[in-house]
């Protein structure tokens, strides 16, 4: 049997066409008057219809969200925020936006406001990210969990779809790593799989209407599913290469995790049978592995490293690097297994 302790700690949600709506009124169920609205500088413009719809209850915008947090831009943020003397942040955008969000309040206290428009899942968690020259440090602190989450389906509409299939298996990966990890739990196991299932079964219709608001909420679904897996579990392997990947040789987010993931379900599938029976159940395909990288090769993402930007030379230092610091993972980890599943993730084989 197994032994499990939870303790689950969640923002409240607010889910729904149109829920953007809601804003004023979750903002003044925080108490709060002076709102700091921050995006990316892509996502100004929504920035800015937030500003309209909060009125005097906003102070500013911060369009300078960047990936991964750079230090320099938490710090421009905090000392925009104790200008204004904003008493709440609102986060409209993806990951980066919210991660943004989440060193505002780690650094102030302040509470934050997230309406997440992709399907990273940052929102859900507890870990926060943050990068000074070429290094990411991550940790995990309670007071960056949003207070509030507002899912608006309308608002991912715009999404390109090509980011639309990285960001959904992106956001897979978190339920992947769920269900072989040391600390899940039944409940876990269940919100996973509904995550995975629902996320892979979006795609087809989002490949067919990009703007079909049900299919767009139905992947938001998947991704409030797969952010809470991912806010409850210590992650694996995948998760670890691909932040090596990411951080080291500065290759994009969503699509090394689309990319890496088939990889690592198959180097840890004899490993975790029951883990990869319930991913290839959710995905209706014969092996997790497999299910994966046809998922991305059917809605054209990449499937191979070298098509986004990594360096064969560099597969070595990348082995190297992967392997350096243990964590737990259910199958152990070989320097040389880890060097040829990264050759096959670089080649774009597919694996059975
Ligand atoms: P992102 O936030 O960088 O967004 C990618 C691009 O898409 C940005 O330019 C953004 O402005 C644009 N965009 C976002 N939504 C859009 C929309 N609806 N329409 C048009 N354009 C839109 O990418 P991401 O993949 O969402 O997030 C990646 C970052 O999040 C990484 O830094 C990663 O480390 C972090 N992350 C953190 C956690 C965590 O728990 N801390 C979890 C997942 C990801």
């Not at 049997?1 to 969640?10: G, I, K, N, T, Y």
């Not at 500013?60 to 904003?86: I, K, N, S, Y």
């Not at 990889?263 to 959710?282: D, F, L």
Request: charged content about 20%; glycine content about 10%.
């Amino acid at each position: 049997m197994r032994e499990f302790v939870f303790q689950a700690s969640l923002p409240r949600v607010v889910f729904g066409a149109g829920a953007l709506r809601h804003l004023p009124r979750e903002v003044a169920a925080l108490g709060a008057n002076r709102v700091l609205v921050l995006s990316t500088p892509g996502q100004a413009a929504a920035a800015q219809r937030l500003i309209e719809l909060l009125g005097p209850r906003a102070v500013g915008v911060f369009a300078q969200a960047a990936m991964h947090v750079p230090v320099a831009t938490a710090r421009a943020a905090c000392d925009e925020a104790r200008r204004l003397g904003a008493d709440c942040a609102v986060a409209i955008g993806g990951g980066s936006t919210t991660g943004l969000g989440k060193a505002i309040a780690l650094e102030t206290g302040l509470p934050v406001i997230a309406v997440p428009t992709t399907y990273a899942g940052s929102e859900m968690t507890t870990m926060y990210g943050l990068t000074e020259g070429g290094a990411k440090t991550t940790g995990r602190d309670p007071r960056v969990l949003p207070r509030c989450v507002i899912y608006d389906p309308e608002l991912s509409c715009a999404l390109p779809f090509g980011i639309t299939v990285t960001s959904m298996i992106n956001a897979i990966a978190h339920a992947a790593e769920g269900l072989y990890a040391p600390d899940a739990n039944p409940v876990i196991d269940l919100v996973a799989e509904q995550g995975i299932r629902t996320g892979a079964a979006a795609l087809p219709r989002l490949q067919r209407d990009e703007r079909d608001v049900d299919a767009r909420g139905d992947a938001l679904v998947a991704a409030w599913c797969c952010g809470i897996v991912m806010g409850n579990i210590t992650v694996g392997l995948h998760h670890k290469l691909c932040h090596t990947l990411g951080g080291s040789f500065n290759l994009p987010h969503a699509e090394v995790h689309t990319v890496v993931l088939p990889h690592a379900m198959a180097y840890n599938a004899a490993a975790a049978p029951s883990a990869m029976r319930r991913i290839a159940g959710a995905l209706q395909a014969p092996s997790a592995a497999a299910g994966l990288f046809d998922l991305a090769a059917r809605h054209g993402a990449p499937t191979a490293l070298k098509q986004i930007g990594m360096q064969e030379s560099d597969l070595d230092r990348a082995a190297e690097i992967a392997v350096k610091t243990p964590y737990p993972n259910p199958r152990a980890l070989a320097r040389a297994a880890i060097r040829e599943l990264l050759q096959r993730a670089f080649d774009g084989v597919r694996p059975d």
